[in-house]
Nanobody, 126 residues
């Protein structure tokens, strides 16, 4: 069983920063891919970033590339999403997720992930 818990969301002004955390409780994260997704009201869930556990390779949506950084702390099984230069269009509920079986070409799809956190709200507004 895998459990995930996000934290760190909140209200921030445009241009500001937030760091989201995702604490993962799992027997093993070997060969896993950790992902961050977001969902705005009335929209489908969209890929934000992903990190391959083995090798540490990272992947980003074009809309956040250069502004967001995904990272991990292997000692605590925590995945972070550092969000800088936030824009109002970044407003959404952010979810972290884990997959053990995704083919790398599918990691941008929510359907590739088996375990999800409850989400944390990020609101970018003046």
């Amino acid at each position: 069983q895998v459990q995930l818990a996000e934290s760190g969301g909140g209200l921030v002004q445009p241009g500001g920063s937030l760091r989201l955390s995702c604490a993962v409780a799992a027997r093993s994260l070997t060969n896993s891919v950790m992902g961050w997704f977001r969902q705005a009201p009335g929209e489908e869930r969209k890929f934000v970033a992903a990190l391959k556990r083995n090798g540490g390779h990272t992947f980003y949506a074009d809309s956040v590339k250069g502004r967001f950084t995904i990272s991990r702390d292997t000692a605590t099984n925590t995945v972070y999403l550092q969000m800088n230069s936030l824009k109002p269009e970044d407003t959404a509920v952010y979810y972290c997720a884990v997959t053990y079986t995704a083919i790398m070409s599918t990691i941008r799809s929510p359907s590739a992930y088996h375990y999800w956190g409850q989400g944390t709200q990020v609101t970018v507004s003046s």
